[in-house]
């Protein structure tokens, strides 16, 4: 199972940014997927997460912020992040469970500028 992550980049404060999340190799089913991130100097964080049953939960510091996404056909995981602040500057990390374990990819790096 191979993940790529995409969508990262520059943006300014206030912007919108969409990563994208494309799963590969020998996948049936993708349970549950989640975006993580993590920032220079600090612990990986949770950002939102969506259960195969359609559950979302984010962080609260994302609540009406972020949205997270995903298109099961195309094995893809989605996250639309608008209203960016400079303190969203991470490596943005997706993670799906699928045999029994979870996956992750390499990440995305964020970067907003104030």
């Known amino acids: 199972v191979q993940l790529q992550a995409s969508g990262g980049g520059l943006v300014q404060a206030g912007g919108s940014l969409r990563l994208s999340c494309a799963a590969s190799g020998r996948i049936n089913n993708i349970n549950d997927v989640t975006w993580h991130r993590q920032a220079p100097g600090k612990q990986r964080e949770m950002v939102a997460s969506?259960?195969?049953?359609?559950?979302?939960n984010s962080a609260d510091s994302e609540k009406g912020r972020f949205t997270i996404s995903r298109d099961n056909a195309k094995k893809t995981v989605y996250l639309e992040m608008n209203s960016l602040k400079p303190e969203d500057t991470a490596v943005y990390y997706c993670?799906?469970?699928?045999?029994?374990?979870?996956?992750w990819g390499q990440g995305t790096q964020v970067t907003v500028s104030s």
């Open positions: 969506l259960t195969s049953s359609g559950i979302t």
């Open positions: 993670g799906v469970t699928t045999y029994g374990r979870w996956w």
